[in-house]
T-cell receptor
Framework: DQQVKQNSPSLSVQEGRISILNCDYT??????FLWYKKYPAEGPTFLIS?????DKNEDGRFTVFLNKSAKHLSLHIVPSQPGDSAVYFCAASNRSNFGNEKLTFGTGTRLTIIP | KAGVTQTPRYLIKTRGQQVTLSCSPI?????VSWYQQTPGQGLQFLFE???????NKGNFPGRFSGRQFSNSRSEMNVSTLELGDSALYLC????????????FGSGTRLTVV
């Protein structure tokens, strides 16, 4: 049962344009959402997060939008740069039975920025 | 501040053998999680350790096990290796604050032949 879904395995965007990566979830208990970026042969790097009590969080070129009623979040990158080419993972967090954080990841979207 | 260190970076094993992977978390982080990454499957959660206790476990067979030491370093063991175990194994550490995310190591690329 895939609780966090990224339905687009890949996305190509022209340099300078907006990149929009999407993510859907099914578990209403998730209360934090995060985006990670991963280059080949490296571990994922934390990008940005959003609490379920908010609908938008912005950090420089990166903005995450959360639509709780639709159980959908998206990551916007503006403007897109060649260095943004990577695999992006959406992750959702809930508190485990032991009170600590448990992350569930999506399958990732490979973003390619075309110069 | 040192990051998460995983050793070895690459490993080739024969089917049926066992393997042990090591992870040193960021100093002060008490939570260590392990993930398996394979193409098309994303990051699959294996287990999480917190203060030497396994707190959460994913849906992997009993051949996959782990432990955490008093200095928070963690090891993951896979016994009776199968070809399908070939993957990138990632370790992540966290201070436990909500929304702060995990810090990942570079991973161990395991190839089973």
């Amino acid at each position: 049962d895939q609780q966090v879904k990224q339905n687009s395995p890949s996305l190509s965007v022209q340099e300078g344009r907006i990149s929009i990566l999407n993510c859907d979830y099914t578990n209403s208990m998730f209360d934090y959402f995060l985006w990670y970026k991963k280059y080949p042969a490296e571990g994922p790097t934390f990008l940005i997060s959003i609490s379920s009590i908010k609908d938008k969080n912005e950090d420089g070129r990166f903005t995450v939008f959360l639509n709780k009623s639709a159980k959908h979040l998206s990551l916007h990158i503006v403007p897109s740069q060649p260095g943004d080419s990577a695999v992006y993972f959406c992750a959702a967090s809930n508190r485990s039975n032991f009170g600590n954080e448990k992350l569930t990841f999506g399958t990732g979207t490979r973003l390619t920025i075309i110069p | 501040k040192a990051g998460v260190t995983q050793t070895p970076r690459y490993l080739i094993k024969t089917r049926g053998q066992q393997v042990t992977l090591s992870c040193s978390p960021i100093s002060g982080h008490r939570s260590v999680s392990w993930y398996q990454q394979t193409p098309g499957q994303g990051l699959q959660f294996l287990f999480e350790y917190f203060s030497e206790t396994q707190r959460n476990k994913g849906n992997f067979p009993g051949r996959f096990s782990g432990r955490q030491f008093s200095n928070s370093r963690s090891e993951m063991n896979v016994s009776t290796l199968e070809l399908g175990d070939s993957a990138l194994y990632l370790c992540a550490s966290s201070p436990g604050d909500r929304g702060s995310g995990y810090t990942f190591g570079s991973g161990t690329r395991l190839t089973v032949v």
